[in-house]
């Protein structure tokens, strides 16, 4: 049995930030299926790492490949194969959860979304509060919410920051 690619490869990555080198040679290989996290004090680069994967951040040193993209590069594709959770709400308070789900399904390009977002609702257990405004949900409300949005296009690849 042949072990699959990694999803997210990052080899000998540095980030610097002025005098601050908040990545400092990361090597790192996650594949398909895995679940990890990034696990340290303030300021010891879990966001960093995670921009850098995003194509948000250019890397000063190093490789980094998320779902074989180069994520710098080749962003707008990234974006189609990744589910970014933010660690701050992101959603649109003045659009029901409905309209949430709607107006992230059209972002992504996503067709006849309506029974994806109907499965979503429900896993997270929002069903009953199709209607209420983002705005009006419970803090915990506001993340399942967030997300079953950042779910609705199926991504390859799953990232949640804190």
Request: aromatic share 6%; proline share 5%.
């Amino acid at each position: 049995m042949s072990v699959p690619e990694p999803i997210l490869q990052f080899e000998r990555v540095v980030k610097r930030y002025g005098n601050v080198e908040a990545v400092a040679g990361l090597d790192l290989a996650v594949r398909p299926g895995e679940m990890f996290g990034l696990i340290g004090p303030d300021g010891a680069g879990k966001t960093t790492s995670l921009r850098l994967a995003l194509g948000l951040v250019r890397p000063d040193a190093g490789q980094v490949r998320t779902c074989d993209l180069e994520p710098r590069r080749q962003r707008r594709r990234l974006a189609g194969r990744v589910g970014y959770l933010s660690q701050r709400f992101s959603l649109y308070t003045d659009l029901s959860v409905d309209e949430n789900a709607a107006f992230f399904a059209a972002i992504h390009g996503v067709g006849d979304w309506r029974a994806r977002r109907d499965e979503l609702l429900d896993l997270v257990h929002l069903t009953p509060f199709r209607r209420r405004l983002a705005g009006r949900l419970s803090g915990g409300m506001k993340q399942k919410l967030a997300l079953a949005c950042t779910l609705i296009h199926r991504p390859q690849m799953l990232i949640l920051d804190e």
